[in-house]
């Protein structure tokens, strides 16, 4: 028998791989079933993940009301921290009802992702279209005329969290932004400084890494690249966003370390939940850890 305490977080997991996994999976399901040239025989399929869509919206909605009902102060560092008010429904028969329809869900999409491999359907991991060039932490070219800006970057990064003027601070690391106009040479600033500090003999981080914000920001694919830093290696495909949460946490734990963030659009869709959930592995990081972010203005 789980205690009330495990029952809830085993929900809040459910939730949270609901709202950021399952139900944008679900959605592009929908429309990749519904452009293949074998529509007709996955209309039986459409229908049910149309249904399940449906029931995701539905339980999301509910999260959404109980939400506003309760008043609650919470960990804005949590990794449940827009789901932590959410009330469970007192009625046993309600909560098992819930959790049916979570596991529910998360079957109908690891069924529906076996037709990707068979019929050739896009996956919901293929990359967009998109105008924006993905950025890597090398400057393309030699960088000349900017070595005392990046020395000043360099100097923010190693000021001690609680004295220093970066914009925004937890436990374990800090954030410091780099904005301008467009073409301004903030990516390239954030580049040299990586360069440099890759350079040094001896480390002041144990560990750089550089995730690129794409106006299609997804962070599970986010993570990913995180993973491929941090081990040397391609990520595994989880079913959980937790399980990918976790390992990072474990292995980035008691390490320095240095995330440069670039091009960091204010975005409402994914401003903050999904930039917030972004760091949450850098919360068993040292102390001294520093999150590096260019943005426009």
């Known amino acids: 028998m789980l205690s009330q305490h495990q029952s809830r977080k085993q929900v809040l997991v459910k939730l949270e791989n609901l709202q950021i996994f399952l139900h944008p999976k679900l959605l592009i399901l929908i429309e990749a079933a519904q452009l293949s040239p074998h529509r007709h025989v996955l209309e039986p399929w459409i229908k049910k993940l149309k249904l399940a ?17 309760t008043e609650e102060e919470v960990d804005s560092h949590s990794p449940y921290s827009e789901l ?17 329809s979570l596991e529910n869900l998360e079957d109908i999409v ?34 000349i005329g900017r070595d005392k800006d990046r ?3 360099v100097k923010l990064l190693r000021e001690d969290i609680t004295t220093g003027s970066s914009s925004y601070t937890c436990n374990s690391y800090s ?21 440099y500090e890759k350079s040094l003999q001896e480390k002041y981080f144990n560990l750089v ?26 990520c595994p495909d989880f079913i959980y966003l937790e399980e990918i949460q976790s390992k990072l946490e ?17 975005d409402k869709r994914v401003s903050v939940l999904n930039v917030q959930q972004l760091f949450i592995p850098l919360r068993s990081a040292k102390s001294g850890s520093k999150i590096l972010v260019t943005t426009r203005i």
């Open 209 to 234: 890494i550089w995730a690129y914000f794409s106006p299609d920001f997804d962070i599970y694919d986010s993570w990913k690249k995180i993973w491929g830093f941090v081990f040397k290696e391609a």
């Open 84 to 100: 932590l008010n959410f009330k469970l429904p007192k009625d046993s028969s309600d909560k098992k009802n819930l959790m049916k």
């Open 151 to 153: 020395d000043d970057i």
């Open 110 to 143: 690891n069924e529906a992702m076996t037709f990707v491999g068979l019929l050739n359907l896009p996956s919901s991991r293929n990359p967009k279209p998109t105008q924006f060039r993905e950025t890597i932490s090398s400057p393309s070219s030699k960088v």
């Open 175 to 195: 954030v410091i932004g780099i904005w301008g106009l467009g073409g301004s040479g903030k990516t390239t600033l954030a580049q040299y400084v990586c360069e």
């Open 250 to 266: 474990e292995q980035l734990r008691g390490k320095r370390i240095l995330l440069v963030l670039d091009n960091a659009w204010y």
């Open 53 to 69: 869509s449906k029931e995701a919206e539905n339980v999301l909605a509910s999260v959404e009301s109980s939400k506003h009902e």
